[in-house]
């Protein structure tokens, strides 16, 4: 059961770190036929996608680490005030 929830969260992976970029450019090409735009618009949503991607990539990777963390057992307190190194 643990090797399908660990296949499950590397799909989730790949999807979330390609999906957006793809989806994006995707989008640009047919605003660009639709509309007659320049290749400015490719560019810029090509941007926009690639930084939509490693923000979705970056939330799933500590969405993965939570999981780990809680699957291991350590539990993390919050730092006191006292705590702080």
């Known amino acids: 059961m643990k090797f399908?929830?660990?296949l499950m969260w590397v799909g989730q992976f790949g999807l979330s770190a390609i999906f957006?970029?793809?989806?994006?450019l995707l989008a640009a090409v047919w605003l660009q036929s639709r509309f007659g735009l320049g290749m400015w618009i490719v560019v810029v949503f090509g941007i926009l996608g690639v930084?939509?991607?490693v923000s979705?990539?970056?939330s799933c990777l500590r969405s993965m680490r939570k999981t780990a963390e809680e699957a291991a057992g350590k539990k993390q307190h919050p730092i006191s005030f006292?705590?702080?190194t």
Do not use: E, G, K, Y
């Not at 957006?20 to 994006?24: E, G, K, L």
């Open 4 to 6: 399908i929830s660990l």
């Open 20 to 24: 957006p970029t793809v989806f994006f």
């Open 51 to 53: 930084l939509t991607s």
């Open 56 to 58: 979705s990539a970056r």
């Open 82 to 84: 006292n705590d702080h």
